[in-house]
């Protein structure tokens, strides 16, 4: 019985159109901000910052992500064959699937990292001073690649199982349990939804205390008033002071809501193909 998990042809309902939008605006996205981190290096003739750092980090982990899996859907496409039907065995689509998470998880550690350094540079200066470095973040970014790539080898090893998924041409953790598979295969698949669950939330609380501590900031700036004209340069002063900050939390927003809105689907299907299991695939 031929099923997404084991066809070699294209379901009939692939549209090669979503993943092209989603290639390009990926590649243009990442290329253009980039583009705007070195351009604003430039500019200030300055180093780096601890932020920008894992921005950049962020911003090349997603294109490399992008570049590696985008290619093989084309590919599929074009010849109508699945990524099992391209080779003839699992060995294309466990890269796929391994590349997938990889890219996947690794991104929202480092949009998590980022998350808490603006938190801690905000809400606690102090701490942030002392024990906040650029050399931090350049010691981060291969501890995330290093334990992203130990948790996604973990299905070679036997804890977890990769599988492809309609319409044949994408693979990505199997998040049921079939006929043959031990209790290590919907382990994984909750160990995974689970860490993804944590850091989008652990992300939304940083921000939201971020958002705090700056109205607070603005608040406290205003009660200092002692006329309308000293109020008026104090507030002028907050925001000169308090524009990269703010500049930072917007870019900070609009890449979790970019982030949380791709990863949030497959972390929900974990939870749920583990509580009520045998799922159709179409239907996921």
Same mark, same amino acid.
Not at 69 to 85: E, I, M, Q
Not at 246 to 273: E, N, R
């Given at each position: 019985?031929?099923?997404?998990?084991?066809?070699?042809? /294209?379901?009939?309902?692939?549209?090669?159109?979503?993943? @092209?939008? &989603?290639?390009?605006?990926?590649?243009?996205?990442?290329?253009? %901000?980039?583009?705007?981190?070195?351009?604003?290096?430039?500019?200030?003739?300055?180093? =780096?910052?601890? $932020?920008?750092?894992?921005?950049?980090?962020?911003?090349? @982990?997603?294109?490399?992500?992008?570049?590696?899996?985008?290619?093989?859907?084309?590919? !599929?496409?074009?010849?109508?064959?699945?990524?099992?039907?391209?080779?003839? @065995?699992?060995?294309?689509?466990?890269?796929?699937?391994? %590349?997938?998470? $990889?890219?996947?998880?690794?991104?929202?550690?480092?949009?998590?990292? &980022?998350?808490?350094?603006?938190?801690?540079? /905000?809400?606690?200066?102090?701490?942030?001073? #002392?024990?906040? =470095?650029?050399?931090?973040?350049?010691?981060?970014?291969?501890?995330?690649?290093?334990?992203?790539?130990?948790?996604?080898?973990?299905?070679?090893?036997?804890?977890?199982?990769?599988?492809?998924?309609?319409?044949?041409?994408?693979?990505?953790? #199997? *998040?049921?349990?079939?006929?043959?598979?031990?209790?290590?295969?919907? %382990?994984?698949?909750?160990?995974? %939804?689970?860490? *993804?669950?944590?850091?989008?939330?652990?992300?939304?609380? +940083?921000?939201?205390?971020?958002?705090?501590?700056?109205?607070? &900031?603005? #608040?406290?700036?205003? =009660?200092?008033?002692?006329?309308?004209?000293?109020?008026?340069?104090?507030?002028?002063?907050?925001?000169?002071?308090?524009?990269?900050?703010?500049?930072?939390? &917007?870019?900070?927003?609009? *890449?979790?809501?970019?982030?949380?809105? +791709?990863?949030?689907?497959?972390?929900?299907?974990?939870?749920?193909?583990?509580? !009520?299991?045998?799922?159709?695939?179409? #239907?996921?």
């Amino acid at each position: 019985n031929e099923t997404c998990e084991n066809t070699t042809r /294209i379901h009939a309902d692939g549209n090669p159109v979503a993943s @092209t939008v &989603m290639f390009i605006a990926g590649v243009v996205g990442n290329v253009v %901000a980039l583009a705007i981190l070195g351009i604003h290096r430039k500019e200030h003739r300055s180093k =780096s910052s601890v $932020f920008c750092i894992l921005v950049t980090g962020l911003a090349v @982990t997603d294109l490399l992500g992008t570049c590696f899996l985008s290619p093989l859907v084309f590919v !599929s496409y074009a010849r109508n064959t699945s990524l099992l039907g391209l080779v003839g @065995t699992h060995g294309l689509c466990d890269f796929f699937a391994f %590349a997938m998470t $990889f890219f996947g998880l690794a991104s929202m550690l480092i949009l998590f990292a &980022m998350a808490v350094e603006r938190c801690l540079a /905000i809400s606690h200066p102090y701490f942030y001073s #002392k024990h906040i =470095s650029r050399s931090f973040a350049k010691v981060l970014l291969p501890l995330v690649y290093i334990f992203t790539c130990i948790f996604c080898t973990l299905p070679f090893l036997g804890y977890g199982k990769y599988k492809q998924y309609c319409p044949g041409t994408w693979c990505f953790i #199997k *998040m049921e349990v079939g006929e043959g598979d031990g209790s290590q295969v919907l %382990a994984f698949s909750l160990s995974y %939804a689970t860490l *993804m669950a944590f850091l989008i939330v652990a992300v939304f609380l +940083c921000n939201g205390s971020v958002i705090v501590s700056l109205c607070q &900031m603005y #608040k406290n700036q205003l =009660s200092r008033r002692g006329s309308v004209v000293s109020s008026n340069r104090k507030r002028k002063s907050w925001i000169g002071q308090g524009e990269e900050e703010v500049d930072h939390l &917007m870019l900070l927003a609009s *890449m979790t809501t970019i982030f949380v809105i +791709c990863s949030l689907p497959l972390t929900i299907c974990g939870f749920v193909s583990a509580i !009520s299991p045998g799922g159709n695939d179409q #239907k996921n």
